[in-house]
């Protein structure tokens, strides 16, 4: 099943890899970059798809992030991990905003809000985003902890992903670096959802 998500939006992003040259064939003042321009010289369709479906995976664990943050009686090790993910994934989706720059390439559009990642791994709906927006106590605790675990989860399979299929060094690093961090606060909040 991951694979066949995997393959169907490696083709999207084959897809959408191709518009600017397509706009560069019909607009003649747009100079779209070359594959073999420096920007894009290690750039494959699997870098720029795990970029493009990234960016709305990290702003939703921001989100999710900032509604803990603003409830209030919240245990200080919780708002603390909250806290940590927004300040480790904000610089982390404006690197990769600005890669998708460098690329010529556009961020994910059109998708009517988060119910429109429906397929992405670890994906939160809006219903469940209004759950945790409406819990209090330790039911928001609870909540939180087990929605940003699966959250990570669907990261990792995404991180790993690129991995084995990209081929940007910057990418793979932040890959890998987004593997070691996410199962470090996995397991973390795994031991305090067992207390």
Do not use: Y
């Not at 921001?62 to 300040?87: C, F, H, N, W, Y």
């Not at 670096?177 to 397991?187: F, K, L, P, S, V």
């Amino acid at each position: 099943m991951r694979s066949t998500r995997f393959t169907t939006a490696l083709a999207l992003a084959s897809a959408l890899a191709l518009t600017p040259t397509l706009a560069a064939c019909s607009t003649p003042q747009v100079d779209a970059p070359s594959a073999s321009s420096p920007a894009n010289a290690s750039v494959s369709p699997a870098d720029v798809m795990f970029v493009q479906m990234m960016i709305p995976h990290h702003e939703q664990a921001v989100e999710m992030s900032t509604i803990m943050l603003d409830k209030e009686a919240l245990p200080g090790e919780v708002r603390e991990l909250a806290q940590q993910i927004a300040d480790e994934q904000e610089p982390e989706i404006a690197q990769m905003r600005a890669w998708l720059d460098d690329w010529g390439m556009p961020e994910m559009g059109g998708m009517g809000g988060h119910g429109g990642h429906g397929g992405m791994d670890g994906m939160l709906t809006d219903d469940q985003l209004d759950e945790l927006r409406a819990a209090s106590g330790d039911e928001a605790v609870t909540l939180f902890l087990e929605q940003m675990i699966l959250h990570h989860e669907g990261a990792i399979d995404m991180a790993r992903d690129v991995i084995d299929d990209g081929q940007h060094a910057d990418v793979r690093e932040l890959a890998e670096g987004m593997i070691a961090a996410q199962q470090a606060e996995i397991d973390l909040m795994t031991e305090w959802l067992a207390r």
